[in-house]
């Protein structure tokens, strides 16, 4: 507004409703610039609290990643204990197999050891028996031999 239109009555006026004018824009900007605050400020809260949400579920989902990875292990674990088990039983059964071949060799060798010896008494007997049937052949020899030579006198 112009110097002059401000000295007279007219620029009073206008002067007047501008200044309300003014104050009145200005009050609407302030309103709408705290509005739009509160609206940043509540996208910042949406924000906070979509990061905050997707904190906590990625702590979950680890959380039941690693419940997860320690029930394999304790499967895992478990399916190695029944493997140990299973390879203990299968050891024991190669122990007791083997106590079965040795115990069976033993009684084995324990029957031929029986079976010489009893060949041994047996060929022992023999050798007696013809040593015996040789000494009665030697006396028999002997008697007729006398006989012969009129050694001996028939009674």
């Given amino acids: 507004m112009t110097d002059e239109a401000m ?13 309300r004018f003014n104050a009145s824009t200005c009050f609407e900007e302030w309103k709408r610039e705290r509005e739009r605050e509160r609206e940043r400020e509540r996208e910042r809260e949406r924000e906070r609290e979509k990061r905050e949400r997707g904190e906590r579920e990625r702590r979950e989902r680890e959380r039941e990643e690693r419940r997860r990875e320690r029930e394999r292990e304790r499967e895992r674990e478990r399916e190695r204990e ?20 040795r115990r069976e060799r033993e009684r084995e060798r324990e029957r031929r050891e029986r079976e ?21 052949e030697r006396e028999r020899e002997e008697i007729l031999s006398r006989l012969k030579n009129g050694l001996i006198t028939h009674r």
């Fill in 116 to 136: 010489r010896r009893e060949r041994e008494r047996e060929r022992e007997k023999r050798e007696r028996e013809r040593e015996r049937e040789r000494e009665r």
């Fill in 82 to 101: 029944r493997e140990r088990e299973r390879r203990g039983e299968r050891e024991r059964e190669r122990e007791r197999e083997r106590e079965r071949e």
């Fill in 7 to 19: 000295e007279s009555g007219t620029g009073e006026r206008s002067r007047d409703s501008f200044s």
